[in-house]
């Protein structure tokens, strides 16, 4: 596949724009779209919404020198990678879809004969046929792969990224890629693209393949995360401390147990296990119980909040709950990035936020502002909650680590002062 072509990204988030930037960067004309005008204002202007490593240098880099260009609307290119959020709705936490059919909708009416359309997004089994669908229903003037096969004009894979916050930059050029195209053409088509800055292997298979192998990996995270998680539970009832219990087991040879924590988020590990779910609800039991365990895990840290201000009540009559100072160390659903999506710790935050009197103190030093779900709470340093009554660390920020233990109740999940 050539370079002088011009390649449109569909969804300028978390993946997108890494993934806009690295194709600008070969000198390739790219195209970002996204809905929210502020995300394709700021782009345009050489900045950047989201914080990642390396990427505000190389989205100022490639808009100033032409490469990259955002927008509201779709405009013809040669291929479009669709990057939109994938999530799961209501109590049954069905797959969402609405994100990739609308941007499938949204594209169809510039497809043009010899494109190719690549879904990035994380998927349930199925999606990218479904898109395929909505394509074909949008343009019989076009043919796909569903009715024309190799001939078809228009080539569709899916294409799941496995990167990782705060490593995107380097691990979009050097990890693999699965290939799933809906005909071999099609995956040979991807293939070629994605070769423009891609060092890794480009492996093929089917699309339906593509789209389980991702939620596959993620699902294997969950479960053993759901392990380390479920062990701290049966240490706390036992009174053993469970972090030295697990680096006593991790010698042996064999043995790698996970670190607990309060709970799972991100957009891949705390919802793909539900697609899975979802497509085999009476097969995938193991996957549903480990989904199961880290979605309670929050619920246990917030019991744990609960006694400890009814036990510092207790010692300390005359004082009420609107006298204690609660301080909550991290939001993000991991260490060092500023991702609150699907946070347990942005949860256990809010709730405390909202059932206790007295505004809680949020150390979260990757944040400017606090979301709007923590109204009763204020952003403070580590310095200024060193005189809090309860402290309850759940997010192992690299400067969190080098702390002293503080004073007062430690409630800690993620063991930043374990055996101090």
Not at 211 to 223: I, M, P, Y
Not at 306 to 317: G, I, K, W, Y
Not at 350 to 368: F, G, H, Q, T
Request: some cysteine; glycine content about 6%.
């Amino acid at each position: 596949m050539s370079q002088n072509q011009t390649i449109s990204v569909v969804g300028l988030g978390y993946i997108g724009l890494p993934t806009a930037a690295m194709f600008a960067s070969r000198r390739i004309k790219v195209v970002g779209v996204d809905v929210n005008p502020d995300v394709v204002k700021a782009i345009n202007a050489g900045k950047i919404h989201i914080v990642e490593p390396d990427l505000d240098i190389a989205v100022h880099s490639v808009v100033s020198e032409g490469w990259l260009r955002a927008t509201t609307v779709p405009e013809p290119a040669d291929s479009f990678l669709i990057a939109v959020p994938t999530p799961f709705r209501g109590p049954g936490r069905q797959p969402d879809l609405s994100y990739v059919e609308a941007a499938a909708r949204t594209i169809a009416p510039v497809l043009a004969r010899g494109n190719l359309v690549v879904l990035e997004s994380t998927s349930p089994v199925g999606a990218t046929e479904r898109m395929a669908e909505i394509l074909a229903e949008a343009r019989p003037d076009l043919t796909f792969p569903a009715t024309h096969g190799a001939d078809s004009d228009i080539r569709i894979a899916h294409c799941p990224e496995r990167v990782l916050p705060g490593r995107v930059m380097q691990e979009l050029i050097t990890n693999d890629r699965l290939i799933g195209g809906l005909t071999q053409k099609c995956s040979e088509t991807a293939a070629q693209l994605y070769k423009l800055f891609v060092t890794g292997s480009c492996i093929f298979t089917d699309a339906r393949t593509a789209e389980l192998a991702k939620l596959t990996e993620n699902s294997f995270r969950d479960v053993n995360i759901a392990f380390a998680n479920e062990l701290s539970l049966v240490c706390d009832g036992l009174g053993i401390d469970v972090w030295e219990l697990i680096r006593l087991a991790n010698r042996h040879p064999r043995v790698n147990i996970l670190q607990p924590g309060p709970g799972v988020g991100g957009h891949c590990i705390a919802v793909d296990p539900w697609f899975i779910v979802s497509s085999a609800p009476d097969t995938a039991r193991l996957i549903r119980i480990a989904r199961e365990v880290n979605d309670a895990k929050p619920e246990w840290v917030l019991d744990k909040v609960r006694n400890a201000v009814a036990a510092t009540l207790l010692d300390q009559p005359g004082r009420t709950a609107g006298d204690l100072t609660v301080a909550v160390y991290g939001l993000a659903f991991k260490p060092d990035i500023d991702d609150l999506r699907e946070s347990p710790a942005l949860s256990i935050a809010s709730e405390l936020a909202r059932m206790l009197p007295r505004p809680i103190a949020v150390v979260e030093p990757n944040i400017a502002a606090l979301p709007k779900t923590l109204e009763n709470a204020r952003l403070a340093s580590a310095e200024e909650c060193a005189g809090a009554d309860i402290h309850v660390m759940l997010v192992d920020h690299s400067g969190f680590k080098s702390m002293p233990k503080p004073q007062g109740v430690v409630i800690d999940t993620r063991g930043v002062w374990a055996g101090r």
